[in-house]
């Protein structure tokens, strides 16, 4: 298990990039949070199977409406006492 912290840029806020996090999140057993940043970015954090991390990374960068200009990724220490995903 690893946990990750993904910052998107680009078209993400006010486009359902928010819900897409949580119902991919929640579909695959990911633990972690999403939330919009004041600079327009939504930061992710995601805790999971590495496998299982890089289809949701995948299936939420499939965006309809907006678009990513940029990813950044981070690998973080695992929080054990999660246990499941949320909008922040």
């Known amino acids: 298990m690893i946990r990750m912290r993904y910052t998107f840029r680009g078209n993400v806020?006010?486009?359902g990039?928010?819900?897409r996090c949580?119902?991919?999140a929640r579909r695959l057993g990911v633990t972690g949070w999403v939330e919009n940043e004041w600079d327009g970015s939504v930061t992710l954090e995601?805790?999971?199977?590495p496998d299982v991390l890089e289809q949701m990374?995948?299936?939420?960068s499939r965006t309809r409406y907006g678009?990513?200009?940029a990813v950044e990724k981070t690998r973080l220490p695992v929080t054990n006492e999660?246990?499941?995903?949320s909008v922040r």
């Not at 995601?46 to 199977?49: C, K, V």
């Not at 990374?57 to 939420?60: A, P, Q, R, S």
């Open 13 to 15: 806020q006010g486009v």
């Open 17 to 19: 990039f928010r819900y």
């Open 22 to 24: 949580v119902m991919a």
């Open 46 to 49: 995601a805790q999971g199977d």
């Open 57 to 60: 990374l995948v299936e939420v």
């Open 67 to 69: 678009w990513i200009d």
């Open 82 to 85: 999660e246990r499941n995903f």
